[in-house]
């Protein structure tokens, strides 16, 4: 890791937010798509029930 000086705690703490950014976007994309997915399923089953 390079040497960062006096700016180590800031760098860092950037590193960090983004990241949990990143995470964060990422849950809620896969939570979405999850829920997405269900309801899709749920009307293809309609669809084919119906005739």
């Given at each position: 890791?390079?040497?960062l000086?006096?700016?180590a705690d800031t760098v860092?703490?950037?590193y960090a937010v983004?990241?949990?950014l990143i995470l964060g976007l990422v849950l809620i994309s896969v939570i979405r798509s999850t829920r997405?997915?269900?309801q899709l399923e749920a009307v293809d089953k309609k669809?084919?029930?119906d005739g």
């Open positions: 890791m390079p040497d000086g006096k700016y860092l703490a950037a983004s990241l949990v997405v997915k269900k669809v084919k029930s």
